[in-house]
């Protein structure tokens, strides 16, 4: 069994930047790791995803804004966002991609003047 605990939402201004980490139980070194994010009324979307060996891909909405890493000594997960938008406002979500996935509680992010 592994627990992915969110941290790092919170309320910040359009244009400014939150950093989001997802601390895990155990390693998480073989295995890929992903940030979803869900709006009220909207389904899950995939905002980022690493691979173990540490290539990543992200949704068309946040390229060139976010970014998704990894401290496998640390058994961290992080998602750089910067230039924030309102429509990225959504509570944020760690998957860990393993023979049985896990997630985390979720983090809230809101963007707002």
């Known amino acids: 069994q592994v627990q992915l605990v969110e941290s790092g939402g919170g309320l910040v201004q359009p244009g400014g930047s939150l950093r989001l980490s997802c601390a895990a139980s155990?390693?998480?070194?073989?295995?890929?790791m992903g940030w979803f994010r869900q709006a009220p009324g909207k389904q899950r979307e995939l905002v980022a995803i690493i691979s173990s060996g540490g290539s990543t891909n992200y949704a068309d909405s946040v390229k060139g804004r976010f970014a998704i890493s990894r401290d496998n000594t640390q058994n961290t997960v992080y998602l750089q966002m910067n230039s924030l938008k309102p429509e990225d406002t959504a509570v944020y979500y760690c998957?860990?991609?393993?023979?049985?996935?896990?997630w985390g509680q979720g983090t809230q992010v809101t963007v707002s003047s």
């Open positions: 998957r860990a991609y393993m023979a049985h996935d896990y």
């Open positions: 155990s390693s998480f070194r073989g295995y890929a």
